[in-house]
């Protein structure tokens, strides 16, 4: 087993990881490793996600994700422009489909100005001008700030800033476990840390119970798939144009997004799923799968909310399902419009046990010389940059 000395450890090549990492080398820290069980950046959520950059709507003011989002959307977009990144900056619409809606939406501006978001409420007519083909009632949430872009190559992008910056990414390295205070053991490599950081995604609750921490914490897994707009179509999509979300739950609705080579995709679902890696029906199952069964059938029973997504959700592997939440959002959307694609993500989410709540923002765990970063969920792409600064100058300086 090769032996390496470190200031730093950072589990996990996701975006969070590499934000840190990158974070790290721009303040001058020299020794920074990073251990990824994968062979390569981008293999789970963020290589996986929507590439929406969002502006900060949604959150309540002065949670993690209010801040890092709003600051994080300046920060990556600025990235993306040094690295001739492609990005579609036509904004986003949120519609409303009933009365009721439209009062959400009005919560929804006041978030935004909450955040100190630039969001403007439109009409029908303004709404044309921007997204001639979607569809709201009475009025619509114009973001101009949203952006999108290919996921995977932010993720390469920022592996090679890393790596250019003296970073040391080990690629096919799992983290295994723990050898007392300031040693781990991943891979074929046994690594001394001064400080250890656990940005593991969809593994980070179980890399923080063994290090005793958050054992009132659990991720369950739900999976997004997505369809496309045929290029035959005759709807068109500038940007993105998002449904009002249910905003007891942490996801934002199925979307129709632009990427930046022309493609429109429509997505994701929210499913919940019994394998942290299930992206196809039966493959990424495990022994884990029947405590995970037992977990979401124990929410289903205790929570309201996750009770409503357990129910909606998995209707929409049926298309006909999944074509009538896309339908809601633009005019004379028909059946042949779309088609399926491979394209699938899954969000950890972290629940509390203690309170049988989904946690809604990102969490932070701490010991001696070890930092945990759980429920990195939505936006925590966009945010990534400015939650990796938030991490480095509270718990690294
Ligand atoms: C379908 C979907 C759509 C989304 N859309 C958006 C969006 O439009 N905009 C947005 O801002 N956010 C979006 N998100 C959320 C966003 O993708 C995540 O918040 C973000 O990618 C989380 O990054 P991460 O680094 O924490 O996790 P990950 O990307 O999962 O990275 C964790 C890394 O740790 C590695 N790892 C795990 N266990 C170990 C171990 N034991 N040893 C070593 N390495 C390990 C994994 O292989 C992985 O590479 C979306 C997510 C999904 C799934």
Request: with cysteine; charged share 25%; proline share 4%.
């Amino acid at each position: 087993m090769k032996t390496i000395e470190t200031e730093f450890c950072i589990i996990g090549a996701g975006v969070v990881g590499l934000a840190v990492a990158r974070e790290l080398s721009n303040k001058k820290k020299k020794k920074i490793v990073v251990c990824e069980k994968e062979h390569k950046v981008g293999c789970h959520a963020s290589g996986r996600n929507s590439g929406v950059l969002h502006a900060g709507i949604y959150y309540t003011a002065g949670s993690m994700k209010a801040r890092t989002c709003v600051e994080g959307n300046r920060l990556l977009k600025s990235f993306c422009r040094s690295k001739r990144i492609p990005m579609v900056e036509k904004g986003k619409v949120i519609v409303a489909r009933n009365q009721q809606e439209l009062d959400t939406l009005h919560a929804l501006y006041q978030r935004a100005q909450n955040n100190g978001v630039d969001a403007q409420l439109i009409n029908e007519k303004q709404l044309a001008d921007i997204e001639p083909c979607a569809k709201s009632y009475q009025e619509a949430l114009y973001s101009p700030h949203t952006a999108t872009v290919d996921p995977e190559v932010v993720m390469q992008a920022l592996y090679e800033d890393c790596v250019n910056k003296g970073v040391m990414v080990l690629f096919n390295t799992p983290f295994k476990n723990f050898e007392g205070q300031n040693t781990v053991i991943a891979g074929e490599y046994l690594i001394k840390f001064d400080t250890l950081i656990n940005c593991a995604g969809a593994y980070s609750d179980t890399i923080a119970h063994t290090r005793g921490l958050a054992h009132h914490l659990t991720l369950i897994p739900f999976k997004g798939i997505y369809t496309k707009l045929r290029k035959t179509t005759r709807i068109k999509v500038n940007g993105n144009i998002y449904p009002v979300p249910d905003v007891r739950n942490p996801f934002l609705g199925v979307h129709f997004t632009a990427n930046p080579y022309g493609d429109v995709y429509i997505g994701p679902t929210a499913m919940p799923v019994f394998g942290r890696e299930q992206y196809d029906f039966m493959k990424g199952m495990s022994r884990e799968s029947v405590s995970i069964f037992y977990k979401d059938a124990l929410l289903f029973l205790k929570n309201k909310s996750f009770r409503s997504v357990a129910i909606d959700e998995p209707k929409k592997y049926i298309p006909y399902f999944f074509f009538k939440d896309a339908q809601g959002l633009v005019e004379g959307l028909s059946y042949t419009d779309i088609e399926k694609t491979t394209k699938s993500g899954i969000r950890p989410q972290l629940v509390d046990w203690d309170k049988k709540e989904l946690v809604m923002d990102f969490s932070v765990f701490t010991d001696s010389n070890t930092i945990h970063i759980l429920n990195a969920v939505s936006p925590a792409f966009t945010g990534s940059m400015s939650f990796a600064k938030i991490i480095v100058d509270k718990y690294c300086i």
